[in-house]
Each structure stands twice: as C-alpha cells, then as structure tokens.
C-alpha cells in the first residue's frame, strides 16, 4: 500500500480500524511507522494534542526534541503565565487537571510544612508572576505520568530525541514527514492522515510548504493600531536562555568570566522608544509605559515593599514552605529583561546564522550571573553576590542552564482566519469599532474552540522595537485560526496559529497552548469519524455546532461570562 492510497483510505475510514494489517505490510520499510495521528513538537501543545487524541482512541506518535516533554514549563524553564481567573476558570478540565496534578506531587513527594500541605492554591515558589511557580521536573513527571496509561497501552509512541528534516506532500495533502533521532541518526519515515506541527517555532510549515508568516507584519493589512507601518518579517521578539540560581551567603561560587562578557556588560540597546540605558542593570524599561524603571535584586529579602525584587519574580521554591533543611535557600528562575536576546532570531533561511544566536544568547545569560556575582549593585553598597550559585539540578543540565530557549515568537500559519488587535485589543475595541460600556470581552466567534487571557505583551524585538505592552481583553480561541488556508492535513499546536506579530503577544502563553493543542487532538479524532476534513467542519454550521458539542463535552470552556470583570480573581 503506498502513502497516498494510506491517505486516501484514512479519509473515508477512521485509520485504527485498519493500522494492524498496515503495520504488517511487508511492501513498507523497515524505518516507516504509521498512526492515525503525528505529532511534531512534544511541548505544552503537543503533550495536549496527543492527550485528546489518545483519549478518543486515535493511535499516537509524538516526537519530540529533548529529554523532556513540556516545552515552555520544562525544557525551556518557565513556570506558568496565566490569567487573572485562572483557579477558578478559563481554562480546559485537562489544563486544571494537570495544576492540579502539580499541587498533589509536591504533596505526596516533598517534605511540605503542614501549613503548605493545607494550602488549596498552594504555589510552591510564591513566585510573584504565576499562582503555581513550580520547578520544571514537577511538569515533566506531571505530564508523563498523564501520558502514561496511553504509552502503556501502545496508543501513544513518544519519538525522542528527534527533529523533522523533510516531508512528502501531493497536493495539498502531506503524506510522510521524516524525522531523524539526534542520538543515532538514524531517519524514520513517519505517515498518517494528519500532522500536527506543535514545534516552538512552527518548523514544518516550511519543510511542507504550508504558507506561513514571520515578524511583523504592516499596518496597512492588519489594520492594527500597533502594527509598524512596513512589514518586518525578520522582525521577532526576544528570545531568553534561562537559568535557575540559589544564593548560598558565606560561599563563593563565581563563574570565569563568559565569552562576550565585556560586550554584554557595557551594552545599552538602540530601541524605539529609548531603552533605558545599559541592560545589564537594575533599570529597566517599563513595559507599558516604555519609561525608565528601578528594579530590586536581594536574595536577603530586605528590599522595601514598594520596590520590585527580581529575586521573588519566578522564584520556583520558597524554602519557607518546605521543612527546616530541604533547601538551603530559595530558587530563582532566571527569565528577566537583562537576559532577553534581541540580536538576531531563532529561525531563517540560514541555520547556522541562528545557532549563533543561541550560542550568544546563552553567552548573554551566563554574563548576566556574573555580573550578579561581582559588579552588581547591591542595597548595602556593596557590589555582586559571589554566593550565587547555578542549579543544574533543577534545569536538568550540566551547566544549570535551560535546555532549550524560551520561544516567544513562531512561525504563523496563513489561516483561514486571522486574530487581530481588533478583535481583542481593549483600546482597539472600544476606540475603533464601538466597543459598548460593559463590554468586557473581546470579539464572539461562533467558531469558538476555548477561551484565554493576558495583555498582549510583545517584548523588545529584533527590529529594535522596545515593549508593545497594551491591555486585550479575554478572548476566545477561533476555529478558522487553527486551519491553513490551502494545506488539507496540516495543523497547528503551539505558538504556529493564525494571529499576528501583535496578538501573538496574548495567545502565545502556557493554557492558551495548552487548549489550541487539545482542540486540535479533538478535531483530527472529529474528522477521523465524520469522514471530513476541518475546514468543511468550520464551514458547516451542523458540523461546527456538533463539534464545539463535543469540546464541551470534553471540557471545554467555550466562552466568557459577559460580566467576567466583576468576577473575584
């Protein structure tokens, strides 16, 4: 049986019915495997896309490019960003499934104090930018531990360490993508009726030809207020390498000097507006003011109320929770305005050209920590905390490093339909298209498939754009951004869905991702059994109605109340 006849067949035949005889096909090479579904990209998406799959039944493969699953919340470090409501709603039952999941492992396997233990919105690090700052090996057992009675069951193949290389397409279908194992080398052929690209940086959409978009893009076809007047498509926001670090007082645990660490210490950015002088500093640009900014650094925990500790920003532990002797001290996750990379981009058309961006950015991240150590100004006078010490513990790397960067900005897919700051920002609606006094929401779209919320918050870009930092209010999740304009059996799970530049910005957070890839694990098991494809879902309205049924179902939150500004956060 050949690839497009395994297609063809997979259109008008849910594939599990038949994969057995397939897999026997002595016609098939040895390094080909074959699901119902494959899924690109191992990250909060992806392990979302896979967990809706498995659970209707489909036969799973997902790849993913490091040691952990998780992306965001584990290879890259960073604990959750979310919303306002967030313990309460707007959220998937299988996104809160997994927070709650986190409380429960630290209570069942870490020495909590009774008063932490009897927390019900316990945050392990009281960090101050997440009501769940956790470390990122919790994530990765959490998520594994979801996955699991699926992986046991064969529903689910995890492929790792392993990145795409190339695809086959007919048409406007893709019919194999071949992956290869970074261990080994070795390359596998991959077939099913549906990819799921859920890469950081929407890495197949070019290796498959699905039209796609990069940066930002004009004001003149976007129509948004904060859109540059000339399209950038290099024009990227910042990337982060990030770091956890402890400070143990009476010890010296200063790094050598970094390469690049001149450079890094005596740089000040060229922004528009105006960066507030040197980066490695403890002034910074305010976000949404674009104004100078003092912040505070002290591990001692000494600073004033009223002045911002950096230290307490993503702390991931807070040894006050734990009994005496568990940690020497807190831990810090290190994800700040000092260390955002802004001089070059992840992605292009030369590899080699963003693998030195990484290598720099990485060289950025570790100057940042010695400038810490040993030139920074302290409240005492003093200069630099020599006791700061790296955590490779927490990072899961030798170097205490993240293992991965930390992705704001993807490739787009050109999708049926775009989200704009139109139909979200808060000032765009009410100052451009009428918006009406207790409108509290963003635009309704009849092809909701989840909900979300956050500023859209777009840092310093590599066109030498400071903070696009503006209010959007909570919005829903539009089928027709989930869907490419041409490509028939291409999706997208992560940061790769139809927004643009600006309202990336808000869409591009943990549960957002979360629920694009859940919606989509939803709609490729949806299709599998109507025997349709999604864009003929989103076009019929029976078709719609009776998946978004089935999104509820599987809870799914659809909508926001109107009167949500007056619910208790």
């Known amino acids: 049986m050949n690839r497009r006849a395994f297609l ?23 390094n080909e495997l074959a699901a119902d579904v494959v899924i690109v990209g191992g990250g909060v998406g992806g392990v979302a896309c896979a967990l809706a799959a498995a659970r209707n039944g489909l036969k ?10 998780g992306g965001q919340l584990t290879s890259q470090a960073v604990p959750p960003d979310e919303h306002a409501w967030i313990e309460k709603q707007g959220c998937t039952r299988a996104y809160r499934s997994f927070r709650d999941k986190v409380r429960d492992f630290y209570r069942r396997n870490y020495p909590l104090t009774d008063a932490a233990k009897a927390l019900p919105a316990l945050n392990p690090g009281n960090g101050t930018v997440s009501k769940l700052c956790h470390e990122p090996r919790v994530a990765v057992a959490v998520l594994l531990e979801m996955l699991a009675p699926h992986l046991s069951a064969g529903r689910i193949r995890l492929l790792r360490p392993c990145v795409p290389v190339r695809a086959e397409i007919a048409r406007d279908e893709v019919t194999a993508v071949v992956v290869q194992q970074l261990d080994s080398g070795r390359e596998i052929t991959l077939v099913a009726p549906y990819f799921v690209d859920a890469t950081e940086t929407g890495d ?66 060229r922004m528009k507006p105006e960066w507030a002088g040197n980066l490695l500093s403890w002034t910074t640009t305010h976000p949404i003011t674009v104004k100078p900014r003092k912040m505070g650094f002290d591990p001692g925990l000494k600073l004033p109320k009223e ?46 050209v963003a ?24 409240p005492d006078g003093k200069h630099g905390w020599k006791g700061l010490r790296l955590r490779p513990e927490i990072t899961g790397t030798e170097d205490g490093l993240a293992m991965a960067p930390y992705v704001r900005e993807s490739r787009r897919i050109k999708a049926l339909f775009t989200v704009t700051e139109n139909h979200v920002g808060a000032d765009a609606r009410a100052k451009k298209l009428g918006r009406k006094p207790g409108e509290f929401t963003a635009e309704k779209f009849a092809d909701s498939v989840g909900i979300g919320s956050y500023r859209i918050d777009l840092h310093p870009s590599s066109g030498g754009d400071n903070y696009i930092d503006v209010s959007s209010l909570p919005f829903q999740i539009p089928l027709g951004s989930l869907i490419p304009v041409r ?29 694009v890839g859940e919606a989509v694990g939803e709609l490729v098991a949806f299709c599998l059994a109507r025997k349709r494809v999604p864009r003929q879902v989103r076009k019929d309205d029976a078709l719609r109605q009776d998946f978004q049924a089935a999104l509820t179902k599987a809870g799914f939150e659809l909508d926001w109340p109107e009167d949500i500004a007056k619910t208790p956060r």
């Open 8 to 30: 063809s067949l997979s259109a008008v035949t849910p594939l599990a019915s038949w994969l057995p005889a397939f897999a026997e096909d002595r016609t098939r090479p040895p």
């Open 60 to 69: 799973v493969i997902l790849t993913e490019k490091y040691e952990w699953i």
């Open 204 to 269: 197949l959409l070019p290796l498959t030809r699905t039209e796609f978009v990069t940066g930002a893009e004009a004001r003149r076809d976007t129509h948004e207020p904060h859109a540059p007047g000339e399209a950038g498509p290099d024009n990227h926001q910042a990337f982060t390498w990030c770091f956890a670090i402890d400070h143990v007082p009476d010890a010296d645990h200063t790094i050598p000097e970094p390469p690049g660490y001149k450079f890094w210490r005596d740089y000040v950015p």
């Open 307 to 352: 002045v911002p500790n950096l230290w307490t920003y993503r702390r991931l532990v807070d040894r006050g929770l734990f009994t005496p002797g568990t940690y020497p001290g807190d831990i810090c996750l290190v994800n700040w305005p000092q260390n955002d990379y802004w001089l070059g981009n992840l992605y292009g058309d030369r590899p080699e």
């Open 355 to 378: 693998t030195e961006h990484q290598r720099r950015a990485r060289d950025l991240s570790l100057s940042l920590l010695h400038w810490m150590q040993t030139e920074a100004p302290r």
């Open 487 to 515: 490509v028939e059996n291409l999706l997208p799970a992560c940061k790769n869905i139809g927004t643009t530049h600006i309202t990336n910005g808000c869409y591009r957070l943990h549960p957002v991702e979360w629920n």
